[in-house]
C-alpha cells in the first residue's frame, strides 16, 4: 500500500481510500451489513487506514457500520473522514444545509454513530449558496477548538468558494469527482488545489463501478440503485462508454493489472491527486484495490488512453447529476 501525507493529519494516510456511500445501501439498492463489516476490516487488514462515509450515505446507517467495524478494528488504526451540510425527510428527499445550526447538530450525531471523541476529516458535502461560506468555515473552526474534529475539508467546491473559505479558516483537503470519463476537475478545481497545497481526495474513480469492465449493455440494477438514471448507464451512451471500457481493457492486461486497478493507477497518477476513494461493499472488491501493482503508467500509455477517450467519448458527460437540490 501507498502512503502519503495530508495537510492537517499529523499521521501518514493511505492513497487508496475506502468509500462507504454504498455500504449505507440508499442509491445503490440496498447492501448487506455483515459484508459490509467485513469489507471494512479486509480493508484495513490489508493496509487501507482512510475510511470515507457521511451521514447521508443510508441515512446514518454507513456511519453506524463504519462505528461498528471501528470498535472491531481499533480507533488508533483507522484515519475517519466524514461529511456534513446535507440533511434529509422521512421522505428520503434530501437538500443541502451548510448552516451552523445544521452542522452543530450533525457534528454530535456523527461522532455518537462512529463512536469516536474526534473525526480526523471533517468536510462540507456540497456548497450552500444560502449560507455564506465564512459561516460555515467559521463552524468547522469551532469544532476543532473543541477537539471534535482534527483536519478541515469540502466537497464539490468551485475555487472561487474554497478562496472564500481560506479567508477565515485552514482549509486542508478537497473532495471532489474525477476518474478517466470525468476529467472537469483538471481545467480549474485541481490546479487551485495544487497551487494552494489542499489535499485532494477524489471520489468515484470507477465510475460507479463503470470502469470495473464488469458491466455489458444490457445490464439491469436493483430498483432504486443510482445507475438507473445515471445518464452514462443510458441507452446509445452506455454502449459508447462501454466501448471505451473494452478497448481500455487491453492496456489494463498488458500491465498485469485489472481495468479498475488501471482507473485508479490513472488517477493516482495525476499531478495534485493525494488519495483516491474506492466505494465497495464486500471484501473481494476493495481487496482487488489493495492488490494494485505498483506499476506506473508510462507517458506513452497515457496518450493511448487519452486517443481511446477522445475516439470513443468525444463528447463526455460530466457527473453534475448527483448534485443534491439546494
Ligand atoms: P466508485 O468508487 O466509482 O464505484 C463503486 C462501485 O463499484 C461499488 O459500489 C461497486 O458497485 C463497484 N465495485 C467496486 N469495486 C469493485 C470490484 N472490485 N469489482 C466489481 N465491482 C466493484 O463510486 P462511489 O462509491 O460513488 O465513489 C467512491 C466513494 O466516494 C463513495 O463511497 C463515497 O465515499 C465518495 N463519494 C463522495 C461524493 C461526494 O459528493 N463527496 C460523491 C460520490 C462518492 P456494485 O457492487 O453495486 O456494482
Given amino acids: 500500500m501507498e502512503y502519503t501525507s495530508l495537510p492537517g493529519l ?150 472561487s468558494q474554497m478562496e472564500a473559505w481560506r479567508k477565515v479558516a485552514p482549509l486542508h483537503t478537497d473532495q471532489p469527482p474525477y476518474n478517466l470519463f470525468e476529467r472537469g476537475i483538471e481545467r480549474d478545481v485541481l490546479p487551485y488545489c495544487q497551487e494552494n497545497r489542499i489535499g485532494v481526495v477524489a471520489y468515484g474513480v470507477l465510475c460507479r463501478g463503470l470502469l470495473t469492465g464488469k458491466f455489458a449493455a444490457h445490464h439491469s440494477f436493483a430498483a432504486g440503485d443510482i445507475r438507473r ?19 481500455l481493457r487491453p492496456l489494463a492486461q498488458g500491465h498485469g493489472c485489472t481495468l479498475a486497478q488501471m482507473a485508479a493507477r490513472w488517477a493516482l497518477q495525476q499531478p ?23 506499476t506506473l503508467l508510462s507517458d506513452h500509455d497515457l496518450g493511448k488512453i487519452d486517443r481511446i477517450l477522445e475516439r470513443r467519448i468525444p463528447e463526455p458527460i460530466g457527473p453534475e447529476f448527483m448534485a443534491p437540490p439546494l
Fill in 272 to 294: 495534485g491527486i493525494s488519495v483516491v476513494l474506492w466505494g465497495a461493499r464486500r471484501p473481494t472488491q476493495i481487496l482487488e484495490a489493495a492488490q494494485m501493482p505498483p
Fill in 10 to 159: 499529523d499521521r501518514p494516510v493511505s492513497r487508496i481510500g475506502l468509500g462507504t456511500w454504498v455500504v449505507g445501501g440508499w442509491m445503490w439498492g440496498g447492501a448487506e451489513e455483515k459484508e459490509a463489516i467485513e469489507a471494512i476490516e479486509a480493508a484495513v487488514d490489508a493496509g487501507i487506514c482512510f475510511l470515507d462515509t457521511a451521514p447521508v450515505y443510508g441515512f446514518g446507517r454507513a456511519e453506524e457500520i463504519v462505528g461498528k467495524a471501528i470498535g472491531r478494528i481499533g480507533r488508533d488504526r483507522v484515519v475517519v473522514a466524514t461529511k456534513a451540510g446535507l440533511e434529509w425527510n422521512d421522505r428520503e428527499e434530501i437538500r443541502r444545509n451548510s448552516s451552523p445550526e445544521r452542522l452543530r447538530k450533525e457534528i454530535d450525531e456523527s461522532l455518537r454513530r462512529l463512536g469516536v471523541d474526534s473525526i480526523d476529516l471533517y468536510q462540507v458535502h456540497w456548497p450552500d449558496a444560502r449560507v455564506p461560506v465564512e459561516a460555515t468555515a467559521q463552524a468547522l473552526l469551532s469544532f476543532q477548538a473543541e477537539g471534535k474534529i482534527r483536519a478541515l475539508g469540502v466537497s464539490n467546491y468551485s475555487p
Fill in 229 to 247: 438514471f445515471d445518464p452514462k448507464f443510458q441507452g446509445d451512451t452506455f454502449r459508447r462508454y462501454l466501448a471505451a471500457v473494452d478497448d
